[in-house]
């Protein structure tokens, strides 16, 4: 029996082993998809941004374009 306890023992420790192994991997994923969920905001600000700007853009053009408009002949 005692020969049992020190396998049961060894088993036991090796599920424990196996858990904490699991907790860390569960929590260096938790982090990683903390990091890209930041990552694609900061994406998302940037695309809104960008968006932002093209449209002063084309505002900015379309009133160049009205201006020389007053200026072409006819």
Same mark, same amino acid.
């Given at each position: ?13 090796? $599920?424990? @082993? !196996?858990? #904490?192994?699991?907790? +860390?991997?569960? =929590? &260096?994923?938790? *982090? %990683?998809? /903390?990091? $890209?969920? @930041? !990552?694609? #905001?900061?994406?998302? +600000?940037?695309? =809104? &941004?960008?968006? *932002? %700007?093209? /449209? ?5 053009? #379309?009133?160049?374009? +009205?201006?020389? =408009? ?5």
């Amino acid at each position: 029996q005692h020969g049992q306890g020190i396998t049961s023992r060894r088993a036991i420790d090796n $599920i424990a @082993a !196996q858990i #904490e192994q699991i907790a +860390a991997n569960s =929590e &260096e994923t938790s *982090a %990683s998809t /903390e990091e $890209i969920s @930041a !990552q694609a #905001e900061e994406q998302n +600000a940037a695309v =809104e &941004e960008m968006t *932002a %700007s093209a /449209e002063q853009l084309k505002s900015a053009a #379309e009133n160049l374009h +009205a201006s020389i =408009e007053k200026f072409r002949i006819k």
